[in-house]
């Protein structure tokens, strides 16, 4: 005889240990480590608390998120969490943290015509940091520019726009309100590059003035380091910059600057090289600049 067969209910699936609840005090830190993100000359070398706060970033997972959350919330990019860079952030363009290119030279008392000189100094400091990609890509590069190397690597980029305008029978000399990039770079071109006022300091509308605005702008963001004062002063790069610089890699104002086949050398200085045959590319005003419109 058959023995019955006893039917018993499947064994219930263990559930799932619910994961830590979030804590104010969690909300709190992260809240901390985003606040250090925005003071970029803090180095996390030199604050235990900040140091505490990104080694737990990089190992808890969820505190990682709860950090990111809090960025977006404030309209912050985090571009790279770690030890050399701290809690690095750029502002979107929706952002409370964005800057703007008018108030940047309402800074500097710019007018119109003088905003996109300003606009035009920052993007060619940062093809002058990092001129080749591999030196955008290697995290132990250091960039080194100077007021006077930038002022002449925009200057030789004016003679070749025009070598260029001149190549294919383009107006060379177009209104000083017109608009663009490249016609920034002829207004460039027209402006004393020093002057000095009667106690010998820069004119702040001449372009080493407004190259050292920018330059200034940029060490006070944490961005570099000043390093001396030969060539009208003379800084290097911070991993801060390089990951800003990386982020805006892709504009076409910065792909057009490198494609004039200026290369810059470390030193600061420039050398004006052939360009490679390639096709040109469309620029458009305001393309590519380190701020919002």
């Known amino acids: 005889m058959t023995e019955p067969v006893e039917w018993s209910e499947p064994e219930a ?9 979030v804590t104010p005090a969690d909300a709190a830190d992260a809240a901390r480590l985003v606040a250090f993100g925005l003071q970029p000359k803090l180095q996390p070398a030199r604050d235990q608390e900040y140091a505490e706060l990104l080694r737990r970033y990089r190992e808890d997972a969820p505190f990682a998120r709860l950090a990111d959350a809090v960025a977006a919330g404030l ?7 770690s030890p050399r860079a701290g809690m690095a952030v750029t502002a979107a363009e929706d952002s409370v943290f964005a800057v703007r290119m008018g108030d940047y030279a309402r800074r500097t008392s710019a ?25 955008l890509a290697d995290d132990g590069y250091i960039g080194r520019v100077s007021v006077n190397g930038v002022d002449a690597f925009v200057r030789q980029a004016c003679r070749r726009l025009e070598e260029r305008a001149e190549e294919t029978g383009e107006n060379t000399d177009p209104a000083t309100d017109a608009p663009g990039l490249e016609a920034a770079w002829r207004i460039w071109a027209r402006r004393s590059s020093a002057g000095a006022t009667k ?8 372009t080493t003035g407004i190259v050292g605005k920018a330059l200034a702008f940029l060490t006070d963001s944490g961005f570099l380091q000043r390093t001396g004062d030969d ?11 390089q990951l800003q610089v990386r982020d805006m890699a892709g504009s076409a104002a910065l792909a057009e600057l490198l494609e004039l086949g200026i290369v810059p050398v470390t030193d600061g200085t420039a050398t004006l090289l ?6 040109d590319l469309e620029l458009v005003a305001d393309a590519g600049l380190p701020f919002h419109s």
């Open 231 to 241: 060539a009208g002063g003379t800084y290097r790069t911070t991993a801060r910059y």
């Open 75 to 81: 309209g912050l990019v985090v571009l790279e969490v």
């Open 199 to 206: 106690d010998a300091r820069r004119l702040a509308g001449s």
């Open 274 to 279: 052939p360009a490679q045959d390639t096709e």
């Open 111 to 135: 007018d119109g015509t003088d905003r996109f000189l300003h606009g035009l100094a920052h993007l060619a400091v940062a093809a002058m940091a990092f001129p080749r990609p591999e030196d």
């Open 13 to 21: 699936a263990a559930a799932p240990a619910p994961s830590a609840a």
